[in-house]
């Protein structure tokens, strides 16, 4: 009997527990939807009210972006054209780097060289952005305003930024999703089950054919998150971009003085009023919708290839 007691004891307090674990998972769960909802309800109550005051067209499609003028224009196009193509190119830099890197780390290299190479990755993610826009001015604008002397030395056109450009921030940028792109990508290919790769190389494969053409896209799934979180940190980043790409709204060619959608909200945010501090959130909103939309759709993108896989 008193075996009996304590076994029925030990399984009231074992469904106590797991009764109090899944309350506590739901509220924790409630609370993250809870944020996302907020944050977006937050962002559509200050967003909307500059588009019904100046026009969605004239804010989204206006070249010209001059709101303490006499006659103010809230264009924003060259904002988001710039973010756009900054992001795109930064991913398209940093990407491939970060990936091989990956590969490298989990499949190439020696331990001895992994282990230096793995801090020195780690350590990227832990330097604040604010270092690598401090670094941006003091080692690549320097570099950048050299080329761009040397390409532009006779246009009578070209206004000289100093190095503070389009490229500049691209390679900031690709520099800073590194880490993510990397520890991610090289967890994911750590992840794939070994009898692919002993499968691939017993019907003779090589080593790097079995890499490229049977753990990466075993590993796609986990490679598209590091993407996603690349784009997401890309897009979103502020301080280092405003240090080291001019801060100018121009058309975003790659020796232009720009700026991105996070940088026209940080700059002029202290000293805006009115219209144009409500047009500067309607700019928050933008970016918000544009960071949606990319997650949802790289997300479609996921799910159709694992269901094609399947």
Not at 32 to 61: C, D, H, N, Q
Not at 293 to 309: A, D, P, Q, V, Y
């Amino acid at each position: 009997m008193g075996t009996h007691a304590s076994v029925m004891v030990n399984r009231k307090n074992k469904a106590v527990v797991e009764t109090a674990a899944q309350v506590i998972f739901t509220i924790c769960a409630f609370f993250a939807v809870l944020a996302v909802v907020a944050i977006t309800l937050y962002m559509m109550i200050s967003g909307t009210p500059a588009i019904f005051e100046v026009g969605i067209a004239e804010i989204l499609f206006g070249p010209v972006w001059a709101p303490t003028a006499s006659n103010p224009q809230y264009g924003i196009l060259y904002v988001i054209l710039t973010s756009i193509i900054g992001t795109a190119m930064a991913i398209l830099l940093g990407v491939p780097i970060g990936l091989l890197t990956a590969v490298f780390l989990a499949e190439v290299a020696p331990k001895r060289i992994a282990a230096m190479v793995k801090p020195a990755v780690e350590l990227l993610a832990g330097i604040p952005s604010v270092i690598y826009g401090l670094l941006g001015i003091y080692l690549l604008n320097p570099l950048m305003y050299k080329l761009e002397l040397a390409l532009f030395q006779d246009s009578p056109t070209h206004q000289f930024t100093g190095g503070a450009n389009l490229l500049s921030a691209v390679i900031v940028l690709a520099i800073m999703i590194l880490p993510t792109v990397i520890n991610i990508s090289e967890t994911a290919i750590r992840a794939v089950q070994p009898s692919i790769k002993a499968a691939s190389l017993a019907l003779g494969a090589s080593h790097m054919q079995t890499i490229f053409r049977m753990m990466l896209p075993a590993a796609k799934s986990g490679i598209v998150t590091a993407v996603v979180l690349g784009v997401g940190r890309a897009i979103g980043e502020a301080m280092a971009i405003t240090l080291v790409s001019g801060s100018s709204v121009n058309m975003p060619l790659p020796f232009n003085s720009v700026r991105f959608l996070t940088t026209a909200i940080v700059s002029e945010m202290g000293y805006s009023q009115g219209t144009h501090r409500r047009v500067l959130f309607t700019i928050g909103l933008v970016l918000f919708v544009f960071i949606m939309l990319i997650n949802i759709s790289l997300s479609r993108i996921l799910k159709k290839g694992e269901s094609e896989n399947e």
